[in-house]
């Protein structure tokens, strides 16, 4: 995504101090006083971090600053039939949005997106009108004497029915692979670009202060809600509890059953993204220094993680959270984790040590090698 650019000489910066300071100003106040909450960004409930940046506020910022988006695709896969993927259409993007001013670029970003993201490739089955085929059936509020109803407003009869009519409630809804893939070959492309460039504004106008890449396509952890649940009147988040959070970090037992809850959270036949499963890999490279693949065991993991059990994989994969920091040409996780990470080390450096003849032990844990 970012160069590193090499300075043969003392590097001169390109605007004076004041020219700095008077930018950071002007995105601030334009920060503050053009761009507005819900439309241009939003927090996501329960990350507790910076908003996201959305297409529309990515759209003003790169106006104000005279920027001219230009996309270009990187990479492309539509396997309709779903030869190339166990039968299973498949359609990813990657796109790049280069950031034109005056004819130069001034900035770029990358961004994909594929149809085995969860929100596009599951579905809710939802609860249908036995009287005009109408969906889905909502629960009505309780304010309107609650039960069951087929929502007149929204192009369904009116139809109500008790909240325990075997009719409505005895219908499964169930998460379901989506059937038509193909369908949405358009929205996979359009949010590749989209992220592409909201990564983009966000690098070259430095409003990485404010905002975060926009997250709102993905679905967060866990969260395939009952469809009807939308009618029910909007409360405030309630904050996610940090208890887990406080005993932390985990000895490696205590990780392993943590990552086994988290992994009945997905479906069964889910399939880890291969581009994240390749950063998850290189992000753990990282941080085992050379012991990846016995530190994969140590987790719960086969050696190779395409092997492994993929709901399990995902669930280290979202305890490792790995986010690229291209100033330090480094991935960071959060202090628990390194701190998990280490004890995971340590255990399979014991483990070798235990499993060795006796002599070799203690010149394992003495430190010297053979030759001495
Ligand atoms: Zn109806």
Redesign the pocket.
């Known amino acids: 995504m970012s160069e590193i650019v090499v300075a043969n000489s003392f590097m001169e910066p390109v605007a004076s101090v004041d020219q700095a300071l008077a930018r950071y100003q002007k995105v601030k106040e334009f920060v503050s006083k053009i761009l507005k909450e819900d439309v241009d960004f939003g927090t996501i409930p329960g990350t507790g971090s910076k908003p996201a940046l959305l297409k529309p506020g990515a759209e003003k910022l790169s106006t104000f600053f005279g920027l001219h988006p230009i996309f270009e695709i990187l990479e492309k896969t539509e396997d309709w039939t779903g030869d190339q993927h166990g039968g299973e259409a498949f359609f990813y993007y990657m796109y790049r949005c280069n950031l034109l001013r005056n004819g130069e670029i001034v900035g770029s970003g990358d961004g994909s997106c594929n149809s085995w993201e969860k929100k596009y490739r599951y579905r809710m089955t939802e609860r249908i009108?036995p009287?005009?085929g109408?969906t889905p059936v909502i629960k009505g509020k309780q304010e309107y004497g609650g039960g069951w109803l087929?929502w007149a407003k929204k192009g369904?009869?009116g139809?109500k029915w008790l909240i325990g009519d075997p009719v409505i409630a005895d219908q499964k809804v169930d998460v379901v692979k989506n059937p038509d893939p193909a369908d949405q070959v358009n929205t996979y492309l359009k949010i590749s670009q989209k992220r592409s460039m909201v990564a983009a504004v966000l690098v070259t106008v430095n409003a990485s202060d404010y905002f975060t890449q926009d997250i709102e396509d993905y679905i967060p952890e866990g969260t395939y809600k009952d469809v009807t649940e939308e009618a029910a009147p909007k409360q405030a988040p309630v904050p996610k509890k940090k208890s887990d959070n406080s005993k932390r970090p985990w000895q490696p037992d205590k990780l392993r059953e943590m990552l086994r809850k988290k992994a009945d959270t997905y479906p069964k036949d889910y399939v880890v993204d291969e581009k994240a499963r390749q950063q998850f890999a290189a992000a753990l490279d990282q941080f085992t220094v050379g012991k990846r693949k016995p530190v994969q065991v140590e987790l719960g993991l086969l050696e190779s993680t395409k092997d492994s059990d993929q709901c399990y994989l995902q669930a280290v994969m979202d305890w490792l959270c790995a986010s690229w920091n291209s100033d330090l040409q480094s991935y960071l996780v959060e202090k628990p984790v390194v701190l998990e990470e280490l004890a995971l080390v340590v255990a399979q450096f014991d483990s070798t040590v235990d499993s060795l003849p006796k002599d070799e032990k203690i010149i394992a844990e003495l430190g010297m090698t053979e030759g001495y």
Do not use: M, Q, V
């Open positions: 009108c009287d005009c109408h087929c369904g009869c139809n």
